[in-house]
């Protein structure tokens, strides 16, 4: 069994690991462009050939004196004794006192304390860590490796949850800060090596390669924004908000957490934040005022499989079906439609939802983009003025989840279908403006069933064309000549759009 874990180094309260955070400060009189003087940016791509290398120590020198260790702590509320989570303790550290529980205290505020890692970017003492090291912390402190003795209390001048992102801040001069490299230029196989204060020992550095990038399936962060870096470079707990750097030494990464037994230790599979993605929020944070703005679409949005691609005339998976149009949102305004495939975003090809979905997080509020989409097969382009997401609940993600459907009927295969009458149309519940059959039974081990169809749903279009009557939707299954019909479906007020084959 696997299991993710932030690699921010807690200290255990009764064995729980420290919550992860959920607020920051702000700082409305700071501004991106004032630190963009300061730090220190090199894009040029490494070489990838040139001869056995003997030693990272040049690289190492360059990014060892900018990583900090920082110190957090919190007052939180003490939990009430839990005997189960006790006896896995004791199994875990056998060793412990027999009385190690009773002496803990009881009620009233406890402090909880963690160590993690940071990244210096600017000589002014502007230093990049992660927002479960930081981001709700009472009080931040942090030591430099060119003085241990001597300890700094940091600022918080913004955090993200939603891309564990963060921002503090010492008061100091003349810091040695990193470079920082083009996170986009990543191949997998380039040489990725990690320095921190993983398990409490600092300044260690391992290396490793590139194992993938892009990772945006791993559900690190709920509700989150991912595009991981995905490293075998050894990453632990306190490795959390440091340094990810390539041959050269600059910066291409923050580590946020690794992929692990229960053990909590190394398996090789480590995840760091991209150092595009991290400037990126840093500056918005800056031009926020300590907040992140996020650009909003307002519908809902799945992953073309290769039944949907196939109904829509798509030789390939790539591209974004649109579900749902939330009312007086800026896809409505713009007249974006269920049915619409999306292909294109601000110029650039769009190959699945998690990437639409950062993209368009990437925006700001108010922009005017461009969508490319496909409609019953002709390709357009629609201008959309993105809304603001912190006014907004309906973001760009995937339809919701339903029960699974059972199987079967007539109007295709399998699937019995009845016109909506006013009786039915009462006792389901079903709003006036939807119009369309109803799904009366599904037969088990039918294509409909296996593509998600259901009873009690509403068809609303058949092959992308409304169907309101039985007559109507018999009439365009009859006229479809494709070996994938694609319908649109109305179920306890969400929309959604099903593949279904009608030939093996």
Request: no cysteine.
């Amino acid at each position: 069994m696997k299991l993710i874990q932030k690699s921010h180094l807690p200290l255990f309260v009764f064995g729980f690991l420290l919550a992860a955070p959920s607020h920051s400060l702000r700082a409305d009189e700071l501004k991106y462009a004032d630190l963009e003087k300061k730090i220190s940016v090199d894009k040029n791509p490494v070489p990838a050939e040139g001869g056995v290398v003997s030693s990272y120590a040049p690289a190492l020198s360059k990014v060892m004196p900018a990583v900090v260790t920082i110190f957090s702590s919190k007052s939180v509320a003490a939990k009430e004794r839990n005997p189960q989570q006790e006896e896995l303790f004791r199994r875990m550290f056998p060793d412990i006192p027999e009385d190690f529980f009773e002496r803990q205290p009881e009620g009233g505020d406890q402090k909880e304390e963690g160590l993690g890692s940071g990244v210096i970017i600017s000589a002014d003492g502007y230093i990049l860590t992660n927002n479960h090291v930081v981001g709700d912390a009472d009080e931040i402190k942090l030591t430099l490796p060119s003085d241990k003795k001597k300890e700094y209390v940091a600022t918080l001048i913004g955090a993200d949850p939603q891309t564990d992102v963060a921002l503090i801040k010492i008061d100091a001069k003349d810091l040695p800060h990193v470079v920082i490299g083009d996170s986009s230029a990543l191949q997998i196989g380039d040489v990725a090596l990690a320095v921190g204060n993983p398990l409490g020992l600092e300044q260690t550095a391992t290396i490793g390669i590139i194992s993938a990038v892009g990772r945006s399936d791993v559900n690190i962060i709920e509700q989150g924004y991912e595009n991981f870096i995905q490293t075998d470079a050894a990453i632990n707990r306190g490795n959390s908000g440091g340094a990810l750097v390539d041959a050269s030494g600059r910066l291409i990464g923050i580590p946020t957490a690794i992929q692990s037994n229960f053990s909590g230790g190394n398996i090789g599979i480590g995840f760091a934040i991209p150092s595009n993605m991290a400037l990126n929020i840093v500056q918005r944070l800056l031009d926020g005022g300590g907040i992140v703005k996020r650009g909003f679409l307002g519908v809902f949005l799945r992953d073309l499989d290769t039944n949907m691609a196939k109904a829509l005339g798509q030789d390939n998976t790539n591209g974004v079906l649109v579900a749902e149009i939330g009312e007086k949102t800026p896809a409505e305004a713009a007249g974006m439609k269920p049915g619409d495939l999306i292909v294109g975003y601000d110029g650039k090809p769009v190959q699945g939802m998690q990437q639409l979905r950062l993209d368009i997080s990437n925006t700001a509020p108010g922009s005017e983009v461009v969508f490319e989409i496909i409609r019953k097969g002709e390709k357009t382009d629609l201008k959309v003025k993105l809304g603001d997401l912190e006014d907004n609940q309906l973001a760009a993600s995937g339809p919701s989840s339903r029960p699974k459907a059972p199987k079967d009927a007539d109007l295709i295969e399998g699937v019995i279908v009845d016109d909506l009458d006013e009786e039915t149309r009462s006792s389901l519940q079903v709003d006036k403006a939807v119009k369309g059959v109803l799904v009366k039974s599904v037969k088990d081990g039918a294509a409909a069933a296996e593509a998600g169809l259901r009873p009690g749903m509403i068809i609303t279009q058949i092959d992308q064309s409304d169907v309101t009557t039985l007559d109507e939707a018999r009439k365009v299954v009859e006229g479809f000549e494709g070996d994938v019909l694609l319908l649109q479906v109305y179920l306890a007020g969400r929309r959604d759009i099903l593949a279904v084959p009608l030939k093996e």
